[in-house]
């Protein structure tokens, strides 16, 4: 089918100290989502391995209208749209007592498990149920140019809790990353509205990324995180101007 959905329970341990959903929550609940989707049709990691292709997250849009209660029951709905170039596209929400919190747009790339090198759409050759709908995003050509002001503002180094099955750096970890080094005051006094992530180089356990940022609007701020010339990621993070909605409202 061309949708798939399940839900969970928002664990308190996902929440930030405002008690809500954390970006690299949000972001690990639907990564796995898309997985599981294609666990349902058939195409496992597994399956996929012995075709020697793996499926690697390239860019990822988040847009927070809200944000569930820990303990509360969360359904993550999800579906894969056409590809557009070498991109497969995938929606995906949140949502708590019918009401949708949370939306993400994904760009994800096909590439050889071995040498993480992108194939054509055309290389995945089993069935695969697109959503005909309209796809209300361009992620797949989503940029983040880097301003002239940006300034170094720490180093990350990756640790072995921040690799998953591909050897890299999770996606999700960089949500992580992205907040630790967004200035604590508005981390701690807005909530996050709008995120986008370009996974650009992978990064390997001990690769030291130089962070570097800065402020590009009144709520809005750029974030990259460097392995000598290479840019390994980079962010645009926007936050409500409101502090009313720095805490959950039941849905």
């Known amino acids: 089918m061309p949708f798939f959905e399940e839900s969970f329970l928002f664990s308190a341990s996902e929440a930030d100290l405002y008690r809500r959903m954390?970006?690299?929550?949000?972001?690990?609940?639907?990564?796995?989502?898309?997985?599981?989707?294609?666990?349902?049709?058939?195409?496992?990691?597994e399956k996929l391995m012995e075709k020697h292709q793996v499926f690697l997250l390239s860019k990822m849009e988040i847009l927070f209208e809200g944000s569930p209660m820990p303990e509360q029951?969360?359904?993550?709905?999800?579906?894969?749209?056409p590809a557009k170039g070498a991109c497969f596209l995938r929606e995906t929400q949140l949502e708590a007592n019918g009401k949708p919190l949370i939306f993400g747009n994904a760009a994800w790339i096909l590439a050889d498990n071995e040498t993480h090198r992108v194939l054509r759409p055309s290389a995945f050759d089993w069935d695969y149920p697109f959503d005909?709908?309209?796809?209300?995003s361009d992620i797949a050509r989503k940029r983040i140019p880097e301003p002239e002001n940006t300034l170094l503002l720490g180093e990350r180094q990756i640790r072995y809790s921040d690799l998953d099955g591909n050897r890299h750096v999770n996606n999700a970890v960089y949500g992580d990353i992205l907040c630790d080094f967004l200035p604590v005051d508005w981390m701690s006094s807005f909530p996050l509205h709008r995120v986008s992530?370009?996974?650009?180089?992978?990064?390997?356990l001990g690769d030291r990324?130089?962070?570097?940022?800065?402020?590009?609007?009144e709520n809005r701020w750029y974030l990259?995180?460097?392995r000598g010339d290479e840019r390994c990621f980079a962010a645009e993070a926007e936050f409500?101007?409101?502090?009313?909605?720095?805490r959950p409202v039941p849905a």
């Open 22 to 45: 954390k970006l690299s929550a949000v972001l690990r609940h639907m990564q796995d989502a898309a997985g599981r989707h294609l666990d349902s049709l058939g195409y496992s990691y």
């Open 73 to 81: 029951e969360v359904t993550v709905r999800t579906r894969p749209h």
């Open 132 to 136: 005909s709908a309209e796809f209300n």
């Open 197 to 204: 992530l370009l996974y650009e180089h992978e990064a390997f």
């Open 209 to 217: 990324l130089q962070i570097t940022g800065c402020q590009t609007g």
């Open 224 to 226: 990259a995180g460097r």
């Open 240 to 246: 409500f101007l409101s502090p009313e909605s720095s």
